[in-house]
């Protein structure tokens, strides 16, 4: 784990070393003070030499001045690196999100995964940067006050580190509390994050349904989960540093006493003993650093833990020699395909089907029949378990998926627009566009006339999700992405369903104009938008039931024809 978190280090190797540089720095500034004290106490005063006095005085102005410095280099471009790490880890991790498959995002909610990428990767931000200066810092600090107090007092100095082995003892009992404690409030934190942006994105459902305290009760009990979680790490800390503060005390009060005793004994003189103090209390303090630095690792590395648990899930499976597809012409063979979700939920059995390029073919049938999961399947967006699916020849699986998806467009019955203007939504389709090509996109789409309406026109901010416009508005702006992509391959799940029947005809029309030439997959639940399919296939939980025209469906007086009265 540790190995992995050291790789983030190496673009900013030479900021971190100059860090380290600068911790070593100051460091060794802080041991000159106390040899200065003594100097002063044991010549300059007793010599009266007001000359080596002000000498001294100036040394140590200067060697404040270049503290402050370095103090400022550590916290500016220390803290630099850590931001600049915890970007890359966000980006990394990111890009990884995009490449998993979609049965990861069915399983996982957004809110724990956005706590993840966001409060936990500040906690390694906060662990990269002060982690390895405080360890550093500290390393310099136990090491050189240690033979520095030797060198003052070694029977002073052995009775101080009689105490060490207990506080060490203290800080391993604990260390394994802390962990679970951290990772548990971890868990937590997502879990109201989860809860908090379901909550949110559902405000208007809650508002229609009069069902405001049913999710404040339901946020208060995640809330309250949330509260005893970090309650508990609290405690866990609490007995932690009041622990290892008391240990802290009695480190002083030894070096107080003993060294009290040995300055009256003669066996030190005062200068020593006011250097042993002052060393002790620096002693000290890189432990509490030690102490602080175990609380931020474990704080830190559970959140790279959490992170780290993104990143090994598993992608999308790429061909090893992938296939790009090009000049595609459309013909699409689906061979025994069989599809299982992850609860054991057979959808597909040895389904079979051929699609003529250029041809439209409808899929019909009742929920559940497997519809939507086959328009899944043909860009890959699950993995089938057996048989194949060509596309001109060639398999799917053989093929990139980024070629594959690219000759692909679908538009879906649940319609997501990103946060932002229509503009940036319609380029979704072609990112490379003019604004021609997106106005003529609108047009076909049967949306440009309406957004003409509108103050800032293709710039109109649409709100989260597209909130500010109506269904329809919102599945014409998913449909012009379409004509803006200009795929040879369409899939169209429920593509009108969003529609007044008045602007559905309008779609159909546009939507006949972009299947010229192309091979369309089209499912509907309103037969009266697929008369005139190539094709219509009957889909159930038994497989294809029936086939044929409209026509020849309607005179067999099936399921169809069943369908198709009611």
């Known amino acids: 784990m540790l190995k992995e978190f050291v790789k983030y280090y190496k673009p900013y190797k030479k900021l971190f070393i100059l860090d380290l540089l600068a911790a070593f720095l100051f460091a060794t500034c802080n041991l000159v003070y106390p040899m200065i004290t003594r100097?002063?106490?044991?010549?300059?005063?007793?010599?009266?030499?007001?000359?080596?006095?002000?000498?001294?005085?100036?040394?140590?102005i200067g060697i404040f001045i270049l503290k402050a410095g370095l103090n400022y280099f550590m916290q500016y471009w220390g803290h630099v690196v850590g931001v600049r790490m915890q970007a890359d880890m966000r980006e990394y991790v990111f890009t990884h999100l995009q490449k998993l498959p979609n049965n990861y995002f069915d399983n996982n909610k957004a809110g724990i995964t956005m706590s993840r990428i966001i409060n936990d990767l500040m906690e390694i931000s906060e662990l990269a940067h002060h982690g390895p200066e405080d360890l550093f810092i500290s390393i310099i600090m136990l090491g050189g006050s240690f033979f520095i107090l030797l060198g003052i007092n070694v029977e002073l100095t052995l009775m101080i580190f009689l105490v060490l082995p207990f506080v060490l003892w203290f800080a391993i009992s604990q260390r394994k509390k802390m962990n679970k404690a951290f990772m548990e409030t971890r868990v937590k934190t997502g879990d109201v994050n989860a809860t908090l942006e379901n909550s949110i994105a559902g405000m208007k459902v809650t508002k229609s349904f009069c069902t405001?305290?049913?999710?404040?009760?339901?946020?208060?009990?995640?809330?309250?989960?949330?509260?005893?979680?970090?309650?508990?790490?609290?405690?866990v800390m609490a007995e932690y540093f009041s622990g290892m503060n008391l240990f802290m005390d009695i480190l002083e009060l030894i070096a107080l006493v003993a060294g009290g005793y040995f300055t009256y004994l003669g066996r030190i003189s005062l200068g020593d003993f006011a250097a042993y103090i002052l060393y002790v209390k620096m002693f000290i303090e890189p432990i509490k650093k030690l102490i602080n630095f175990t609380e931020q690792y474990q704080s830190g590395m559970t959140g790279f833990e959490r992170f780290t648990e993104i990143i090994n899930q598993e992608t999308e499976k790429e061909p090893i020699n992938p296939v790009e597809l090009e000049d595609v012409k459309g013909d699409i063979e689906i061979n025994n395909v069989s599809f299982t979700y992850e609860d054991e939920t057979e959808v597909l059995s040895n389904l079979s089907l051929s699609i003529e390029a250029g041809k439209t073919v409808a899929l019909v049938g009742p929920s559940g029949g497997g519809k939507t999961t086959l328009c899944s399947l043909i860009p890959r967006f699950y993995d089938f378990e057996d048989g194949d699916i060509k596309i001109d020849g060639k398999n799917i699986k053989d093929i990139s998926l980024r070629s594959l998806r690219k000759n692909i467009g679908v538009v879906q019955q649940d319609v997501f627009l990103f946060t932002g203007t229509i503009r940036d939504n319609i380029l979704c389709g072609n990112p490379n566009a003019s604004n021609e090509e997106i106005i003529e996109a609108a047009k076909k789409a049967r949306i440009h006339d309406f957004i003409?309406?509108?103050?800032?026109?293709?710039?109109?901010?649409?709100?989260?999700?597209?909130?500010?416009?109506?269904?329809?508005?919102?599945?014409?702006?998913?449909?012009?992405?379409?004509?803006?992509?200009?795929?040879?391959?369409?899939?169209?799940?429920?593509a009108t369903s969003a529609l007044d029947n008045v602007t559905e005809r309008e779609i159909q029309?546009?939507?006949?104009?972009?299947?010229?030439?192309?091979?369309?997959?089209?499912?509907?639940?309103?037969?009266?938008?697929?008369?005139?399919?190539?094709?219509?296939?009957?889909?159930?939980?038994?497989?294809?039931?029936?086939?044929?025209?409209?026509?020849?469906?309607?005179?067999?007086?099936g399921i169809y024809s069943r369908f198709h009265k009611k």
């Open 39 to 60: 100097n002063i106490m044991d010549e300059v005063i007793p010599n009266q030499n007001l000359q080596m006095l002000v000498v001294f005085a100036i040394v140590l």
């Open 212 to 235: 405001e305290k049913e999710e404040l009760d339901k946020f208060t009990e995640s809330n309250k989960i949330f509260k005893h979680a970090r309650e508990g790490a609290y405690k």
């Open 452 to 494: 003409q309406t509108l103050p800032d026109g293709y710039d109109t901010y649409i709100g989260e999700r597209g909130v500010k416009l109506s269904g329809g508005q919102k599945q014409r702006i998913s449909i012009s992405r379409i004509f803006l992509k200009n795929p040879p391959i369409i899939i169209l799940d429920e």
């Open 509 to 557: 029309l546009s939507l006949e104009e972009l299947s010229k030439d192309r091979t369309n997959l089209v499912v509907a639940h309103r037969l009266s938008t697929i008369k005139n399919a190539d094709e219509i296939i009957v889909l159930t939980g038994n497989g294809i039931e029936e086939r044929g025209t409209h026509e020849e469906l309607i005179n067999k007086e």
